[in-house]
Each structure stands twice: as structure tokens, then as C-alpha cells.
């Protein structure tokens, strides 16, 4: 599955709101609370076999700086 669908599904499932796509934030997305946010963390950090580290979390405010933030640590690996 492209990298950009995956978290999308993932976005999905971890806030339970079928509209997120590529624009989705923490701005515009409701049901982006803290719990939910911690869902989506532990769901990206498995399903992808990373970890982020605790300054990275606090970045990971939006599908796009989600998306960068995967790539990234993808081409360190």
C-alpha cells in the first residue's frame, strides 16, 4: 500500500472520521484529541516499525508533517 494511503487508514481508524485526507490537521479534524492522538502515535509507530522520539510527537500535527516525518526516518534506515 502507498505510504500516503497507509496513514491516511490509519488516520481513519485512530480518529474514527472517514473525511481525513492529505489536508486533515489537528485544526480541522474534531475528533483530534489527546487520546485519540496517542492511538494514532502507538498505530503509526507499529504499523510502520518506527519509533518517534518525544520531540518529533509534539510536530506531528498534520497528515502532511505526518507524511514527512515517515519519509524521513525511512531514508535513515
Known amino acids: ?13 485512530s480518529f474514527s472520521d472517514q473525511n481525513i485526507d492529505e489536508n486533515s490537521t489537528n485544526d480541522n479534524t474534531d475528533s483530534w484529541d489527546s487520546m485519540n492522538f496517542l492511538l494514532l502515535v502507538v498505530n503509526l509507530e507499529s504499523k510502520f516499525g518506527i519509533e518517534f522520539q518525544p520531540e518529533e510527537i509534539a510536530d506531528l500535527n498534520s497528515f502532511k508533517s505526518i507524511f514527512n516525518s ?6 535513515k534506515s
Open 70 to 75: 515517515i519519509l524521513n526516518k525511512s531514508d
Open 1 to 13: 500500500m502507498e505510504i500516503k494511503k497507509k496513514i491516511i487508514s490509519i488516520m481513519r481508524s
